[in-house]
């Protein structure tokens, strides 16, 4: 058996290799563009920002390895321009050379990856305009930075790889401008929890700009829409990617709503005895058991080492994704998993949504707090997905997640996790159980939570209600949320008499403890519709930031 794999990155290497261990009969030949295999393009912003020293540690396996280790033949600087399914053969130009030359196979695999976006804009093609998709771009860039010394850049896009990047400059001295179109940054979290991630960003020294197009690149900076113009010595452009689906498509293999490669659980395409692997591929979302295209190394190594199984009689199958992604920025730890919010409820479902702010550690170990968003659905309590916002242990607690969501976990099953605890590492109660806590008492022990989305509904609404501060008086003079009546938590049993029943009541406190605390007291006097603001003052003031004053 003769097996041609197009591309050497994650998905086509580990596809090779996995080919191999099973069968040592097979002939396997790996064609790829570019001159670099097998490389961390996640580890590229910190080869730029100078954490990772050598741009060999991201690429540590070269044709050599591949040939001496796994018997494998890996032909790079060679582009597939061609595909006839119907022949079981493929046209190859060899770069170095030029020569067009005919191949034939037995079984198939395209590991084409994805390409950069580059949206219309004016003077996108400069020498100080880059992308950051592969080692070449990388390359390009480092040797701009080296040579240029630029002090000003404008980062278009504010995805992972937009922000990896603004922090690795700035920590190079390279004032950042991020410039980002839709109205938050960090597109694949939900506003709540993207205002976080801005309001950090700002603290440490970035200009943020959203809700912005960005209409030309001019030699000394970046021209908006509406006609204001930021000065950047490099501009890099990061407004996400799209398949590499090209060759399949011109084969006639079937294609999804993104463009990307149609697979089943096998890796196997409408095409006979053609596979496909990595991020030319869509995949199967967990929860909706919908097709979506989420580009990421961990889910592309995956596929691939089940195109490699199941070419060669394996038994492998793709059970699908949540989604899951973490990055970090200046010190804070983004991540997230399953649907957020937006998604869920545009999916069918009701969520129960929490934000739960807990430190990850006990204070006297210097814990420092995390915010987590959650959502379960009302109807069932099954926990939808989750987003984390932090400085220590997102990573652990993110995982924990996605893990109870892969297996179908409930709300209430959080609490039951036997989760380890010492004072170094967590608090008695880990943050996630406490979601849990919070989710479950809202959905089936009557303790709903208000968003503060959903407060702000109802105060444009010109409905009656009544919002109390349940903290400290001091606390309430110093900041509060507008409408806000003060009843300390201690006085809130008295007081209680003087209040309506009937009336929409929602309560509390800094982060949402003591304000579920003080709804509890309020239901148990007969109180019909009480709410728990969720996350407290601290996430309403962050969904609420305040306006500077204009200079002059």
Not at 20 to 34: K, L, M, P, W
Not at 124 to 151: C, E, W, Y
Not at 184 to 206: E, R
Not at 244 to 256: R, Y
């Amino acid at each position: 058996m003769r097996i041609i794999i197009i591309g050497a990155v994650a998905a086509g290497t580990s596809a090779a290799a996995k080919a191999r261990r099973n069968t040592e009969t097979a002939e396997i030949v790996v064609y790829e563009r570019g001159e670099d295999i097998s490389y961390s393009g996640c580890g590229m912003p910190y080869y730029l920002g100078g954490e990772v020293e050598s741009a060999d540690a991201l690429i540590p396996r070269d044709a050599a390895y591949f040939r001496s280790r796994y018997n494998v033949e890996v032909r790079t600087r060679h582009e597939v321009t061609a595909l006839d399914p119907v022949a079981h053969t493929v046209t190859v130009r060899d770069l170095a050379t030029d020569r067009v030359f005919t191949d034939r196979y037995d079984r198939l695999v395209l590991a084409t990856g994805a390409h950069a976006v580059l949206p219309p804009i004016e003077g996108i093609a400069q020498s100080h305009v880059f992308t950051l998709r592969n080692t070449g771009d990388m390359r390009r860039v480092k040797a701009f930075l080296d040579g240029r010394k630029p002090r000003t850049v404008a980062i278009v896009g504010t995805g992972f790889i937009g922000l990896e990047v603004a922090e690795n400059l700035k920590g190079l001295g390279i004032a950042v401008t991020l410039l980002e179109k839709l109205p938050q940054v960090t597109p694949g979290l939900d506003p709540d929890m993207a205002a976080h991630v801005q309001a950090h960003l700002a603290k440490n020294g970035m200009a943020v700009h959203t809700g912005v197009t960005v209409e030309a690149v001019t030699e000394r900076g970046v021209r908006l829409a509406d006609g204001t113009e930021f000065p950047a010595d490099m501009v890099l452009v990061s407004t996400g990617v799209k398949p590499s689906a090209e060759l399949a498509a011109a084969a006639g293999a079937a294609l999804g709503a993104a463009g990307a490669i149609r697979v089943d659980e096998r890796m196997r395409t409408s095409l006979p005895d053609v596979y496909a692997c990595g991020d030319c591929i869509e995949q199967r979302h967990l929860i909706t058991g919908k097709p979506v295209y989420r580009p990421l190394g961990s889910t592309a190594n995956k596929t691939g080492r089940i195109a490699g199984d199941s070419l060669t009689g394996g038994d492998l199958a793709f059970r699908g994704i949540l989604g899951t992604a973490i990055f970090r920025v200046c010190g804070l730890t983004v991540a997230q998993t399953g649907l957020s919010e937006r998604e869920a409820r545009a999916e069918g479902f009701d969520p129960v949504t929490c934000h739960n702010i807990k430190p990850d550690r006990p204070e006297y170990l210097q814990g420092q707090e995390m915010v987590i968003k959650a959502l379960a659905d009302r109807a069932t309590g099954r926990l939808l997905g989750a987003q984390i916002v932090g400085a220590r242990g997102v990573d652990k607690r993110i995982d924990v997640l996605a893990t109870a969501i892969t297996f179908g976990a409930a709300a209430a099953d959080l609490f039951h996790l036997d989760l380890a605890y010492a004072p170094p590492f967590s608090t008695t109660k880990d943050p996630v159980m406490y979601t849990g806590m919070i989710l479950e008492n809202a959905i089936h022990r009557g303790r709903p939570l208000m968003t503060a989305g959903e407060l702000d509904g109802i105060a444009a609404s010109g409905q009656p209600y009544a919002l109390i501060d349940t903290r400290a008086p001091a606390q309430y003079a110093r900041r509060h949320v507008p409408g806000a009546r003060s009843i300390p938590h201690e006085k809130l049993r008295e007081a209680a008499e003087t209040l309506d029943r009937d009336t929409v009541t929602v309560t509390y406190c800094n982060k949402g403890v003591t304000g579920n605390a003080a709804q509890n007291i309020l239901i148990n006097k007969g109180f019909r519709h009480v709410y728990n603001l969720s996350g407290g003052e601290k996430q309403y003031a962050t969904e609420h930031p305040k306006k500077e004053p204009a200079d002059g």
